[in-house]
C-alpha cells in the first residue's frame, strides 16, 4: 500500500508515522530530526530536558530554555518537529510548554494525564497559535472531556493519538482487567474516537500501542486513522538516546520478559510496562535498592511515592535518567518497552526502518 500524506494543523507530512514521545532522553534531536528527515514526524520528550540539555552543554539551563534549546536543535534542517509533554510531570509542565513554544515547536503532544489546560497555556505565548495541540487518550470518553473544555477555550485538537493497550510507557488505565478488556483494544478506541472526532470537524486520529510492521500501518489506515504513532520500533534505532545496555536488553528479550508494573510500580500511579531485567525495578521488586529520589520530577502534588513509600514504587526519574545514559554508574537502569518487543532482533538505522515500515523490503545484511 502506498501510504497516505498526514496533515496536521498548518503542516503537513509525506509519511503518515510519528515517532512517540520516549523520555527519559530517548527521543532527542537525534531521533526526532531523523524521523522527520525521512518524512515522518520526530517527536521529543521534555522529560528531564534541563539535566540533559544541561549535561551536554556543560552549564545549568532553566526547563524553558532546555526545552527551547532541543526544539531549535531539532529544527535545524527545517523539517517539523512535536514534542511529547507529560500532564503528570506537573513541576515542570507549564514551563515545558512556554520553552517549545518559544523554540516555535510545531505541535506539543501531551498525554499521562488530560491536558486541560493547555490551550489557555498556549493563548499567553505569541507561537501558540501557530503551534498544534495533540493530546494523548485511551479512550473516546477522554476524548470528548478534552474536546468540550477546549472548545470553551477556542480551540479544538488539531489532531489526536489514541495509545492502546499494548504501548510502551504508562498506560490509561487504572486496573490489568481494563487493560486487557476486549473494549480496550485499539480497533475499539480508534472507532470510538473517530465518531468524537467527527463531533467536532473531523480531525485527525493517530493510533499507538502494537504497531509493527507496514501491514499494521496500512491495516489502521484503511480503519479510518490518519497515521501511527510508533514507540518501541524506534527505541531500537542508532539514533535513539537509550543506552547500549537498554537498546541490548531489548534486542534479547522474549514476550514473557514484558510485564506491566503495578507494585512496585510508577510514582506517578499509571501502570508501567517493563523489562522484568531492569535493574532498577529487579532491585525495588526484591526490596534491595536504596533510593536516592533526588530529581522530583514525579511529584504529585508536592509529594513523591517514590520518595515516601520507596517499597511500592520505583524512582521513575533516576532509572530512566540512568537508562540514556545519564549518570548510569549512580542509579540502576530502568527499561520501558512496548507488549512487542519481543519482536526486535537487530538495532536499526531511522533510514531503514522507516523504508521497511513504507513497505521497501531492507535487509540487515545488504550482500545477503
Ligand atoms: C522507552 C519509551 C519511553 C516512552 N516515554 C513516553 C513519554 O515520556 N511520554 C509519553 O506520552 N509516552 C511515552 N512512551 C509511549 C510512546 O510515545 C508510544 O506512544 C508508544 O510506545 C507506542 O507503542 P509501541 O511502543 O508499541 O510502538 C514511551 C514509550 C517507550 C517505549
Redesign the pocket.
Given at each position: 500500500m502506498q501510504l497516505p500524506s498526514l496533515n496536521i494543523g498548518n503542516f503537513s507530512r509525506p509519511l503518515p508515522i510519528v515517532?512517540?514521545?520516549?523520555?527519559?532522553g530517548?527521543?532527542l534531536s537525534r531521533l526526532a530530526s531523523a524521523v522527520s528527515a525521512q518524512g515522518g514526524l520526530g517527536?521529543l520528550?521534555?522529560?528531564a530536558l534541563d539535566r540533559l540539555v544541561g549535561k551536554a552543554l556543560g552549564k545549568k539551563v532553566s526547563t524553558r530554555e532546555a526545552a527551547a534549546i532541543e526544539v531549535e536543535k531539532s529544527k535545524e534542517a527545517g523539517d517539523p518537529v512535536a514534542i511529547?509533554i507529560?500532564v503528570a510531570l506537573e513541576s515542570t509542565y507549564e514551563a515545558s510548554v512556554m520553552g517549545a513554544l518559544d523554540g516555535r515547536v510545531d505541535a506539543i503532544?501531551?498525554?499521562?494525564g488530560l491536558p486541560l489546560a493547555l490551550p489557555a497555556l498556549a493563548k499567553e505565548h505569541p507561537n501558540g497559535k501557530n503551534t498544534a495541540l495533540i493530546p494523548?487518550v485511551s479512550s473516546g470518553r477522554a476524548l470528548r472531556i478534552i474536546c468540550k473544555r477546549w472548545e470553551k477555550l477556542g480551540r479544538i485538537p488539531d489532531a489526536v493519538?489514541v495509545?492502546?493497550p499494548?504501548?510502551?510507557?504508562?498506560l490509561g488505565w487504572k486496573s490489568l482487567d481494563d487493560i486487557f478488556s476486549p473494549n480496550s483494544s485499539l480497533e475499539n478506541l480508534l472507532a470510538e474516537c473517530l465518531e468524537v472526532a467527527s463531533e467536532y470537524g473531523n480531525f485527525p486520529v493517530i493510533v499507538?500501542?502494537?504497531?509493527?510492521t507496514h501491514e499494521d500501518i496500512a491495516k489502521f489506515i484503511k480503519m479510518g486513522a490518519s497515521g501511527v504513532?510508533?514507540?518501541?520500533?524506534?527505541?531500537a534505532t542508532e539514533e535513539s538516546g537509550?543506552s547500549d545496555s537498554?537498546k541490548k536488553a531489548v534486542v534479547d528479550c522474549t514476550p514473557e520478559d514484558i510485564l506491566i508494573a503495578t507494585e512496585p510500580g510508577s510514582p506517578c500511579g499509571l501502570p508501567f510496562?517493563v523489562l522484568n531485567s531492569s535493574p532498577m525495578f529487579l532491585e525495588t521488586l526484591k526490596g534491595m535498592h536504596k533510593t536516592i529520589c533526588d530529581k522530583g520530577y514525579a511529584m504529585l502534588g508536592g509529594k513523591c511515592n517514590a520518595r515516601d513509600l520507596p517499597e511500592k514504587f520505583f524512582c521513575i526519574c533516576n532509572g530512566?535518567l540512568s537508562?540514556c545514559g545519564y549518570n548510569p554508574d549512580k542509579e540502576p537502569q530502568l527499561?520501558?518497552?512496548?507488549?512487542?518487543?519481543g519482536m526486535i532482533d537487530r538495532v536499526t538505522s531511522v533510514a531503514d526502518l522507516m523504508k521497511e515500515l513504507c513497505g521497501q523490503a531492507t535487509s540487515p545484511n545488504p550482500t545477503a
Amino acid at each position: 500500500m502506498q501510504l497516505p500524506s498526514l496533515n496536521i494543523g498548518n503542516f503537513s507530512r509525506p509519511l503518515p508515522i510519528v515517532q512517540g514521545g520516549m523520555g527519559v532522553g530517548v527521543s532527542l534531536s537525534r531521533l526526532a530530526s531523523a524521523v522527520s528527515a525521512q518524512g515522518g514526524l520526530g517527536t521529543l520528550s521534555s522529560a528531564a530536558l534541563d539535566r540533559l540539555v544541561g549535561k551536554a552543554l556543560g552549564k545549568k539551563v532553566s526547563t524553558r530554555e532546555a526545552a527551547a534549546i532541543e526544539v531549535e536543535k531539532s529544527k535545524e534542517a527545517g523539517d517539523p518537529v512535536a514534542i511529547n509533554i507529560m500532564v503528570a510531570l506537573e513541576s515542570t509542565y507549564e514551563a515545558s510548554v512556554m520553552g517549545a513554544l518559544d523554540g516555535r515547536v510545531d505541535a506539543i503532544v501531551s498525554g499521562a494525564g488530560l491536558p486541560l489546560a493547555l490551550p489557555a497555556l498556549a493563548k499567553e505565548h505569541p507561537n501558540g497559535k501557530n503551534t498544534a495541540l495533540i493530546p494523548i487518550v485511551s479512550s473516546g470518553r477522554a476524548l470528548r472531556i478534552i474536546c468540550k473544555r477546549w472548545e470553551k477555550l477556542g480551540r479544538i485538537p488539531d489532531a489526536v493519538v489514541v495509545e492502546g493497550p499494548l504501548a510502551g510507557g504508562h498506560l490509561g488505565w487504572k486496573s490489568l482487567d481494563d487493560i486487557f478488556s476486549p473494549n480496550s483494544s485499539l480497533e475499539n478506541l480508534l472507532a470510538e474516537c473517530l465518531e468524537v472526532a467527527s463531533e467536532y470537524g473531523n480531525f485527525p486520529v493517530i493510533v499507538a500501542g502494537g504497531i509493527y510492521t507496514h501491514e499494521d500501518i496500512a491495516k489502521f489506515i484503511k480503519m479510518g486513522a490518519s497515521g501511527v504513532q510508533m514507540g518501541t520500533r524506534f527505541l531500537a534505532t542508532e539514533e535513539s538516546g537509550a543506552s547500549d545496555s537498554f537498546k541490548k536488553a531489548v534486542v534479547d528479550c522474549t514476550p514473557e520478559d514484558i510485564l506491566i508494573a503495578t507494585e512496585p510500580g510508577s510514582p506517578c500511579g499509571l501502570p508501567f510496562r517493563v523489562l522484568n531485567s531492569s535493574p532498577m525495578f529487579l532491585e525495588t521488586l526484591k526490596g534491595m535498592h536504596k533510593t536516592i529520589c533526588d530529581k522530583g520530577y514525579a511529584m504529585l502534588g508536592g509529594k513523591c511515592n517514590a520518595r515516601d513509600l520507596p517499597e511500592k514504587f520505583f524512582c521513575i526519574c533516576n532509572g530512566l535518567l540512568s537508562s540514556c545514559g545519564y549518570n548510569p554508574d549512580k542509579e540502576p537502569q530502568l527499561y520501558t518497552v512496548g507488549a512487542l518487543a519481543g519482536m526486535i532482533d537487530r538495532v536499526t538505522s531511522v533510514a531503514d526502518l522507516m523504508k521497511e515500515l513504507c513497505g521497501q523490503a531492507t535487509s540487515p545484511n545488504p550482500t545477503a
